[in-house]
T-cell receptor, first 111, second 114 residues
Framework: DADVTQTPRNRITKTGKRIMLECSQT?????MYWYRQDPGLGLRLIYY???????NKGEISDGYSVSRQAQAKFSLSLESAIPNQTALYFC??????????FGPGTRLLVL | AQSVTQLGSHVSVSEGALVLLRCNYS??????LFWYVQYPNQGLQLLLK??????LVKGINGFEAEFKKSETSFHLTKPSAHMSDAAEYFC????????????FGKGTKLSVKP
């Protein structure tokens, strides 16, 4: 079984809708991250969490919110989706500041 | 601002040829450096990482990278390309004071011709 899982794997939604992307990990890592990937731009950090009570904004947090429900779960919400949030979203985990391990990604299309 | 530069958004090589993917970082203090690979429709997989133990780092699938402080570079190489190496490759850096957060380059898409 995968150590870092993301649900859903694909999602189509309409402008203005609220959606949630979920991430779970079985690695026992303390840190969790959300990134978005756009063609030609690499990966950009949206939010990161050092533990359940420590959540921080990344480079591109506007329009997004997160929740760390437990050490193993970190969800990303788009309160009111817009087309330029169409992207591939990745969750990652790490122990301290060590190597990050990535989930398989969620492909989001906002119409 | 701290950054990571990958020269060449697309690189094409013939099967059996040398693979060279370039990465430069922007800091006088040696950071932690990583190469990740993304196969089509998959997540990112760690290829190798530099953490100051040795300047030549060997990774999976025959890849290696050399840390050169004088050139602020961490180029990825493989002596002989295989068709299965076709993927997108990302260089990423953890700079001191960045709370352990990765900064990614924009990626290099590698094509391998038969």
């Amino acid at each position: 079984d995968a150590d870092v899982t993301q649900t859903p794997r694909n999602r189509i939604t309409k402008t203005g809708k609220r959606i949630m992307l979920e991430c779970s990990q079985t690695k026992g890592h303390d840190r969790m991250y959300w990134y978005r990937q756009d063609p030609g731009l690499g990966l950009r950090l949206i939010y990161y969490s050092f533990d359940v009570k420590d959540i921080n904004k990344g480079e591109i947090s506007d329009g997004y919110s997160v929740s760390r429900q437990a050490q193993a779960k970190f969800s990303l919400s788009l309160e009111s989706a817009i087309p330029n949030q169409t992207a591939l979203y990745f969750c990652a985990t790490s122990w301290g500041g060590e190597t990050q391990y990535f989930g398989p990604g969620t492909r989001l299309l906002v119409l | 601002a701290q950054s990571v530069t990958q020269l060449g958004s697309h690189v094409s090589v013939s099967e059996g040829a040398l693979v060279l993917l370039r990465c430069n970082y922007s800091s006088s203090v040696p950071p932690y450096l990583f190469w990740y690979v993304q196969y089509p429709n998959q997540g990112l997989q760690l290829l190798l990482k530099y953490t100051s133990a040795a300047t030549l780092v060997k990774g999976i699938n025959g890849f290696e990278a050399e840390f050169k402080k004088s050139e602020t570079s961490f180029h990825l190489t493989k002596p002989s390309a295989h068709m299965s190496d076709a993927a997108e490759y990302f260089c990423a850096v953890i700079y001191g004071g960045s709370q352990g957060n990765l900064i990614f380059g924009k990626g290099t898409k590698l094509s391998v011709k038969p």
